[in-house]
């Protein structure tokens, strides 16, 4: 059904707008309508124009044509602190902050409180930004700095940013991207409540059973054109992935269990860090897509980047086909094919500056590339043509700046740098977030093909689902250590959650009572009940 026009004047409205890119068409002729008191979730593959949209709705960018319309009146925003003036307040998915600023400064930015001398303003707005946090009801201290925070930590503070302005319509991009389940139920609460008779709330997610649970109407967006608005009560979620991808959505099987035959590449035993991990002991076999599940702080992200040398360890020995190997840094880590694709792709993945071509040979550029000191361009062209075409990158070209690229296009440039530099472990953190589901299912479909030619995979995901379906095994952590390692026949929600929700101190008990193994061919998978453990 398209959009029609009712008796209530929409209280933001976007009519025939378009915006071209060199290269790019990224809106044509693009309509959405958010009426009061109303959450419209705004649905579309990664690429479909949802943040460009936001952004000249905001005055990020100019508008080729097309008008906007806010409570019936003509709106034109010249810049986000002139959209925030006129009541529209956008959490964007790239984060706007800065790292070096406090989390009460980045809060109020641009509008701090005016006190007799320094230390009365900065508490002032220390106690300012207690109360909204508080009021929020978000794990954070004003005073702490913002690059010291997890991504999930630093989504928060966007959040808290945007709904510090006295706004009335709040735009969320993949809000919940990086927040676990009862940060998510926290923040719908939180959306509950600011809506009102003259509020709304767009709202984007990839998240097909958010939409379900917190919108009203559902608008779909394909290749930057307006698809279709359905009442979401009335409507199946299979049928807007369908509107979505533009064709029915097929899934993958969930991988069988691995074979205990098979070789044991990755070892890890005793791993610890002096701030968070503690005896951390696991294997991982050839062909094995080894699932890593936790609530935010369990230490999932710190077991990947202390492995890779990341982060430094203070104990632990990991051993690569039997032979102990030291890793000092994630290039060490590379040499011994040993790849990790960091959560936080734009910080640690990706030169944005550089182009779709430069990024993917980036890991193996030496090696595969140069002669003599000498940059190869034509086999670098030609390798990375091949991968856009095999990983189904949208992208005008190799040449096209990575930073123009949607998020999930960005994520697809990351994986193909390392499968260049054809690496015989893999660890991927959080590899699916921000992307829509058609993306998705592209990259379960390459995991499995990886895990199917013999790759090792360490997934870390946030979404249990998404642990479930891909794992032959799942390592559950609880405060820095593993409470339960458990195999995909006996994996279940109920089960992770309950591993993932356990004081260390319990696991053996809780686990001899489940029934269910919590060891790995590498020894204890937790190690709770060590005396070193226990006591650190």
């Known amino acids: 059904m398209t959009e029609t026009p009712g008796a209530v004047t929409p209280l933001l409205e976007v009519r025939d707008v378009s915006k071209s890119f060199p290269g790019v068409k990224a809106l044509s002729n693009m309509h959405l309508a958010l009426h009061p008191g109303e959450v419209l979730a705004l649905v579309g593959e990664n690429g479909a124009g949802k943040s460009t949209l936001m952004k000249v709705l905001s005055g990020i960018y100019p508008v080729d044509s097309g008008e906007f319309f806010l409570n019936g009146e003509p709106l034109l925003a010249t810049g986000p602190k002139h959209a925030q003036e006129l009541g529209i307040a956008i959490i964007h998915q790239e984060f706007n902050l800065i790292p070096d600023l406090t989390v009460a400064q980045n809060i109020f930015v641009g509008r701090e409180p005016h006190r007799a001398g320094i230390f009365n303003s900065e508490r002032a707005l220390n106690t300012r ?112 992935i369908n509107l979505m991808v533009g064709r029915e959505l097929t899934t993958d099987a969930a991988p069988e269990n691995v074979r205990s035959d098979r070789d044991v590449l990755l070892t890890v035993d005793g791993l610890e860090t002096r701030d968070l991990l503690r005896n951390v002991s696991f294997d991982l076999r050839e062909g094995e897509i080894l699932g890593f599940a936790g609530l935010m702080g369990a230490g999932r992200t710190e077991v990947a980047r202390a492995i890779v040398g990341a982060d430094k360890r203070s104990a632990g020995t990991i051993t690569l086909r039997g032979k102990p190997v030291t890793i000092r840094n994630p290039a060490d880590a590379a040499k011994l094919r040993i790849g990790y694709l960091s959560e936080d792709r734009k910080r640690y993945g990706l030169l944005l500056e550089r182009s779709v071509g430069e990024n993917m040979v980036l890991s193996a550029v030496t090696e595969l590339f140069s002669t003599w000191g000498l940059m190869r361009s034509k086999s670098i062209q030609a390798k990375a043509s091949e991968y856009v075409d095999t990983m189904k990158v949208k992208t005008p070209s190799t040449g096209q700046t990575a930073k123009f690229l949607s998020g999930g296009n960005q994520q697809k440039v990351v994986i193909a740098k390392w499968l260049i530099k054809d690496c015989d472990i893999l660890i991927f953190d959080e590899p699916t977030r921000g992307i829509d589901v058609g993306a998705k299912e592209e990259i379960y479909g390459l995991l499995n093909e990886l895990a199917q030619a013999g790759k090792s995979i360490i997934m870390i995901s946030s979404e249990l689902p998404e642990v479930l379906r891909m794992s032959h095994r799942v390592v559950v952590m609880s405060e820095g250590r593993i409470t339960g390692i458990v195999d995909a026949g006996e994996a279940t929600s109920e089960t992770i959650m309950h591993y993932a929700t356990l004081r260390p101190d319990e696991n053996t008990q809780d686990a001899a009572e489940l029934g269910l193994t919590t060891q790995s061919a590498a020894g204890p998978a937790s190690g709770a009940t060590d005396e070193k453990a226990d006591n650190s």
């Not at 009021?135 to 700095?145: D, E, I, K, S, V």
């Open 129 to 240: 930004a207690g109360e909204l946090i508080d009021r929020l009801g978000l794990p954070l201290n004003p005073r702490t700095t913002v690059s010291e925070l997890t991504v999930a930590k630093q989504q928060m503070v966007e959040i808290a940013k945007a709904l510090s302005f006295e706004a009335r319509v709040l735009i969320m991009d993949e809000p919940t991207a990086a927040l676990n389940e009862a940060e998510v139920g926290a923040l719908h609460d939180l959306i509950r409540r600011f809506i009102q008779p003259t509020t709304g709330v767009v709202y984007i997610s990839h998240r097909m059973d958010e939409i379900k649970q917190i919108t009203d109407r559902v608008t779909v967006i394909r290749d930057g054109k307006y698809i279709d608005t359905l009442d979401t009560a009335s409507t199946s979620m299979t049928e807007v």
